[in-house]
């Protein structure tokens, strides 16, 4: 949430699905990356919940914000989005790539 951390990925290798949302957990729009592809990179406001998604096996993509690095906070991570290593993880993956 912090506004000095605008965020920016660009895929190197592979190719990635970028979900957007709402605060709601609702979703705004979707991006396809893939190097040599029609969307490379993305870039993030702060304060935009989003989600990236590999589609591929070895697929690596280059993310840079402003720094310093500071790790998020509890009050930034989407309170709507399962907790990594949740039981309902694996099925809120697969509704997101099934997007792309």
């Known amino acids: ?21 709402d605060d709601k957990g609702n979703v705004t729009g979707t991006a396809s990356l893939a190097p040599g592809g029609e969307t490379v990179g993305v870039n993030i406001p702060h304060g935009v919940f989003h989600s990236v998604v590999a589609l591929e096996p070895g697929s690596l993509f280059f993310e840079a914000k402003t720094g310093p690095y500071k ?5 930034e991570k989407a309170p709507w989005a399962p907790a990594e290593g949740a039981l309902d993880a694996t099925a809120y993956l697969d509704f997101l790539r099934a997007m792309f």
């Open 1 to 21: 949430m912090d506004a000095g951390k605008d965020e920016s990925i660009i895929a190197l290798a592979g190719r990635f699905g970028v979900v957007f949302f």
């Open 71 to 75: 790790a998020l906070e509890p009050a």
